[in-house]
């Protein structure tokens, strides 16, 4: 479980990504736990492309754009959505 408070910092690191797709669809991102915090590109990058390929959700941000600690909030909670 990872509490979520804003559409910025909590996504930074990957992982959110990661346990979210994991809970919409048990077993897509089973070791997201253990993913590399220091890996935030790569994280987001393997949650992105399963959610892609089993759950329809296109890539309208770039995981290099959704762990950007500049990243405009509005972009996304468009992706989350």
């Not at 509490?3 to 991102?29: E, H, S, Y």
């Not at 890996?39 to 987001?44: D, E, I, K, L, Y």
């Not at 290099?64 to 989350?80: G, K, R």
Request: with cysteine.
């Amino acid at each position: 479980q990872l509490p979520i408070t804003n559409f910025n910092r909590d996504w930074q690191d990957g992982k959110a990504l990661g346990a979210l797709v994991d809970n919409c669809a048990p077993g897509l991102c089973p070791d997201w736990e253990a993913w590399d915090p220091n890996q935030p590109v790569q994280n987001a990058r393997e949650a992105m492309q399963q959610a892609d390929d089993w759950l329809g959700v296109p890539q309208v941000i770039a995981p290099e754009e959704i762990v950007d600690p500049n990243v405009d909030e509005h972009s996304v909670m468009t992706y989350l959505s």
